[in-house]
């Protein structure tokens, strides 16, 4: 099938953080503070919603919309288990060079700068995302009141959802440890490769609930070849089989063996609901 290529860009990081919070309401998950998605719905119209994906998911009652809109307005449960299973793990990322890729609300990537990672780049297919929910939720998350980008070992209970928008004071210097991409995974490949501020190789790759097509497998499989360092790991959670798309975690990972390029290995399986999958990707190396 030919599918939409959309061109990449980055996104600036605006100098008045109040513009990127400025009608946004916060509440809060897992002690992260994220937009609240209704409220979105109701503003973004416009320049601000220059792909219409906000009117077109609500009209069409649908989270997908392939080669329009790829779900990023939603936080699937995915999500979830990977933040559970960093904790679980121990997973370290102080130092490292994080991507959260198809990012979404971005949540995973919050946690990695919590976990003093030295950069954390964002991508989702659609601009929008980035702009109204991804962006927001970062910087909401650097400002919030009472704490530093720390490790987050020291959480306290969760607030209940505020019901003010989130007043920014001053830019946080965990901003700088930021860039933000959309479009299609091929460009922004390309761009973050031959762009005039080169990007290392990245130490660790996190994506939730991006196999769900299987069309997508080759430029995700070789945007993981080309992005990720020699001695890095992907962590990728998904839904064992998504019915009605066709994909799923045990198609994807025969799609990888037969590429021959990475090792595999399901490190967590869930249960309760539909099945679903934690699996670290790695290399093979050569002898």
Partial sequence: KKL???????????????KV???KVTETVLDLLHVKLSVVEMTCSGDADSEGIVSKSVSAHSDLIPGVYEGGL???????????????????????????LGCGA???GIVALQGEAASVHFQDYNSTVI????????????????????????????KPPSKRPRKAEGSPDVLNRCRFFSGEWSQVSQLLLNSNKPCSKYDVILTSETIYN???????????AQLL????????????????????????????????????????????????CIMEITFKHSC
């Fill in 4 to 18: 939409c290529v959309k061109a990449a860009k980055e996104h600036s990081i605006p100098q008045d953080l109040n």
């Fill in 21 to 23: 919070l400025e009608n």
């Fill in 74 to 100: 939603k936080i699937w449960e995915c999500t979830f288990d990977l933040m559970d299973y960093f904790s679980e793990a121990e997973i370290e990322f102080t130092n490292k060079t994080v991507l959260d």
């Fill in 106 to 108: 971005g949540l995973l």
């Fill in 131 to 158: 702009d109204e929910i991804t962006l927001p939720n970062v910087v909401a998350n650097c400002i919030r009141e009472g704490r530093r980008m720390g490790s987050g070992k020291d959480r306290k209970a969760s």
């Fill in 214 to 224: 299987p069309d997508y497998y080759s430029a995700l499989h070789d945007t993981l």
């Fill in 229 to 276: 360092d020699r001695n890095g790991h992907v962590y990728l959670a998904s839904k064992v089989h998504y019915f009605g798309v066709g994909g799923g975690t045990y198609l994807f990972e025969k799609f990888i063996k037969d590429k021959n390029v990475f090792r595999t290995s399901m490190v967590k399986t869930i249960d309760q609901g539909l099945q679903r």
